[in-house]
């Protein structure tokens, strides 16, 4: 059974995701977050395939997400890194998708964290 919260995300994300696509120059970084664990992809829409993709749970992330107090501290981190990803594969801007959630606390440290990582939105 869908909760209320939840049928109002999914609202906001469908009108969002009417306006907003992915393309292999600009692939759209799309965020999703779980009570635990945050989740970055970067998706091309005209192929539907993942580019790179980076999580809590990434074993590269491991020793650095140790350090991290909280979180949005935790979501800071897996946005830097999917922004190095993004680096590594030639890419250097996205267009946010934030999934329907509200842009605060650990969404909206995704986003900061790719920025300082070097991406453009």
Known sequence: MISRNENSRLRSKTKIRKKITGTPERPRLSVYRSMKNVYAQLIDDTTGNTIASASSLSKELTEELKT????????????????????????????????GYRYHGRIQAIAEGAREGGLKF
Do not use: M, T
């Open 68 to 99: 991290a107090n909280g979180k949005v501290q935790k979501s800071k981190l897996v946005g830097i890194f999917v922004a190095k990803k993004a680096l590594e594969k030639n890419i250097s801007s996205v267009v946010f998708d934030r999934n």
